[in-house]
């Protein structure tokens, strides 16, 4: 079983030890920013093959160390040509036209330089200049958002990711930014916000969730994203976390724990011999022997019983087992007959469950049916759990489905109904 604590490093293992890709601007999203401001070694300023045929003139004090700073930024030499900027810096009188001209081409080689400070004042005086173009302003500002985040700059990342989402609100690389700055900076319900605000949010996406709530003590809204994590990315780690979680939920009920055990059997939770030794004992306890002696073989197969010092204990549960299912096959249509007579739900439930264990649904199936039919059972709700776990046994996914939608409660059994759910759909 897990705890508080134990549930939030589940978290981060899974984040950290298993590698999972956290939202980063990489950095070869960079070379979109090189693409968009038009900079590469075959055009070293788009729409200029030469500065003197610009739209504006260029004088030739500015052109010269402008066209030189293109080249050399083009040859790769991003730090020389820095430098030769700096002769067209030393111009006076500088049209807006020229100015625009110098910072584009700044822009360029101090980003492939990794001069950040540099790269962003030259964004924001082009984007500031009034002459990009409509279809190139998003780009620039998506650009100066990404290289405010790679220097760590998180407010100002922040007020350019906002300004790139208030022009293009659909534009989820940015969203996926904004988020994982708001995370690293501390800002848990902006992350939060952001994270809830999307679709399809990724396994990582949904781990941050988790982590989050984690930190806010927000429970409930925990369990959700781990449901979420459990039905679309179906782990040991995420399906622990839940059903203990379920299990210590204040209300459960106890009777609910052999289908606790059931959950953690489908999610290839047992391990230790005492598990398997458990859950085997409450199966025979519940009149179901045919599911105790799956159980007991699993164990042996898996080679967690029959061996070590307690080999000769495990062997007797076996016997156990099989004797109580010889009892059961020459007893069960005497007994069937009673509790048909008696009107006894929980019997012909518990007898159902355990025909359909036995591989006998078309016996099994109706009797859970008059079950919860006459609705008089010690806790209905969990004969219709019964139900649609034995209809996905035999084979019947539309009917489990349907059957567990159907189930209610607040004592565990409408939780394990969902679980149930999400296992069916998304199994290990």
């Given at each position: ?14 984040l950290m030890k298993e590698n999972l ?262 199966s025979l306890q519940a009149g179901n ?21 307690d080999a000769a204990r495990h062997q ?113």
């Open positions: 079983m897990f705890n508080d604590r134990q549930d939030h490093s589940c978290l981060f293992r899974i890709p956290m939202t980063k601007f990489r950095l070869a999203h960079l070379g979109l920013v090189m693409a968009a401001i038009g900079f590469t070694a075959a055009a070293p300023l788009a729409g200029f093959s030469s500065v003197a045929y610009a739209a504006d003139a260029v004088r030739a004090e500015i052109g010269k160390p402008l066209q030189e700073a293109q080249k050399l930024a083009a040859a790769g030499k991003n730090k020389e040509a820095l430098a030769k900027l700096k002769e067209a810096d030393a111009v006076g009188g500088k049209t807006p036209n020229e100015t625009y001209l110098i910072e584009r081409t700044r822009a360029s080689a101090a980003t492939a330089a990794g001069d950040n400070d540099a790269a962003a004042r030259a964004f924001e005086a082009v984007i500031n200049s009034g002459k990009l173009s409509p279809a190139e302003a998003p780009k620039f500002s998506e650009a100066l958002a990404g290289i405010y985040y790679r220097a760590k700059d998180y407010p100002k990342a922040i007020t350019w990711f906002q300004r790139v989402l208030k022009d293009n609100p659909g534009n989820t690389q940015a969203h996926e930014y904004l988020t994982q700055i708001y995370y690293t900076s501390g800002k848990y319900a902006e992350a939060a916000k952001e994270l809830q605000g999307s679709k399809n949010l990724s396994e990582a996406q949904l781990g941050m969730l988790a982590n989050i709530q984690l930190k806010q003590n927000d429970k409930e809204g925990y369990v959700q994203t781990l449901e979420k994590l459990a039905g679309s990315y179906p782990k040991s780690t995420y399906w622990a976390d839940l059903l203990n979680r379920v299990s210590g939920k204040p209300g459960f009920a106890s009777s609910l724990s052999l289908d606790v055990l059931r959950l953690r059997l489908a999610n290839g939770l047992l391990s230790k011999p005492n598990e398997y030794m458990e859950m085997s004992q409450l022997p045919a599911e105790a002696i799956k159980i007991i073989d699993q164990g042996y197969k898996k080679g967690a019983l029959g061996t070590g010092s007797r549960l076996k016997d156990l087992a099989a004797k109580t299912q010889t009892e059961f096959d020459a007893k069960q249509a005497t007994l069937e007959a009673e509790a048909v007579k008696n009107k006894d739900a929980d019997a012909l439930a518990n007898m159902g469950y355990a025909l359909v264990s036995a591989g006998k649904a078309d016996k099994g199936l109706p009797l859970l049916e008059q079950a919860v039919k006459l609705g008089t059972a010690k806790n209905p709700e969990a004969v219709k759990l019964h139900q649609g776990i034995a209809q996905s046994i035999a084979g019947k996914k539309a009917a489990a489905l349907a059957t567990l939608k159907s189930v209610k409660g607040k004592d565990g059994a409408a939780d394990l109904a969902r679980y149930w759910t999400l296992n069916i759909n998304h199994p290990m």
